[in-house]
């Protein structure tokens, strides 16, 4: 069984900054790709970032091209998603989650985490 645990969630004014993180633990992290996804109050789920198995290959959102920026650490068996420039339209729970192959396709994850809060108050 996969757990991801995220962590750096919180409240920021607009136009600064936050940096995700996701632990993964449970399976051999540096073979699966990973990705972000978001889902705000009233809305549904959607993508935000994705990253292959071995973090050459990455992928955005139109909404956060620019301003974040998905990584990973396979010595540490953690993802992360620094966001910088917030908006309150970024406003959401962030989730991380982990595909069962090594490269991501939509939002074919087998695992998910429980998601943080991310505020971003005007």
């Known amino acids: 069984q996969v757990q991801l645990v995220e962590s750096g969630g919180g409240v920021v004014q607009a136009g600064g900054s936050l940096r995700l993180s996701c632990a993964a633990s449970?399976?051999?992290?540096?073979?699966?790709?990973m990705g972000w996804f978001r889902q705000a109050p009233g809305k549904e789920r959607e993508f935000v970032a994705t990253?292959?198995?071995?973090?050459?290959?990455?992928n955005y959102a139109d909404s956060v091209k620019g301003r974040f920026t998905i990584s990973r650490d396979n010595t540490k068996n953690t993802m992360y998603l620094q966001m910088n420039s917030l908006t309150p339209e970024d406003t959401a729970v962030y989730f991380c989650a982990a595909y069962p192959r090594s490269f991501p396709y939509r939002d074919k994850c087998d695992f998910w985490g429980q998601g943080t809060q991310v505020t971003v108050s005007s």
């Open positions: 449970g399976r051999t992290f540096s073979r699966y790709a």
């Open positions: 990253i292959n198995s071995n973090g050459v290959s990455t």
